[in-house]
């Protein structure tokens, strides 16, 4: 029973999938971090692009939002 728990934490398979996991774990908070911290700029910058493009198929072309 010792010899089984020893290997249960000196066993190194698996450990680089768990790796990638954590990473990638890492990388999914940062990223909602940036999109919830630029939130404002992003939603401006949509709405130009749909006031330009409103603007353009009904002849006006007044983009200045």
């Known amino acids: 029973m010792k010899a089984k728990m020893k290997a249960l ?3 190194e398979q ?3 999938m768990t790796e990638y ?3 990638l774990g890492v990388i999914a908070v940062a990223v909602v971090g940036l999109l919830v911290t630029l939130r404002g700029q992003i939603v401006t910058m949509f709405n130009n ?3 330009a493009v409103t603007g353009a198929t009904t002849g ?3 983009t200045t939002p």
Request: hydrophobic share 35%; net charge negative; aromatic share 6%.
């Open 14 to 16: 698996g450990q680089g």
């Open 21 to 23: 996991g954590l990473v």
């Open 9 to 11: 934490f000196t066993e």
């Open 60 to 62: 006006n072309t007044n």
């Open 49 to 51: 692009v749909v006031t």
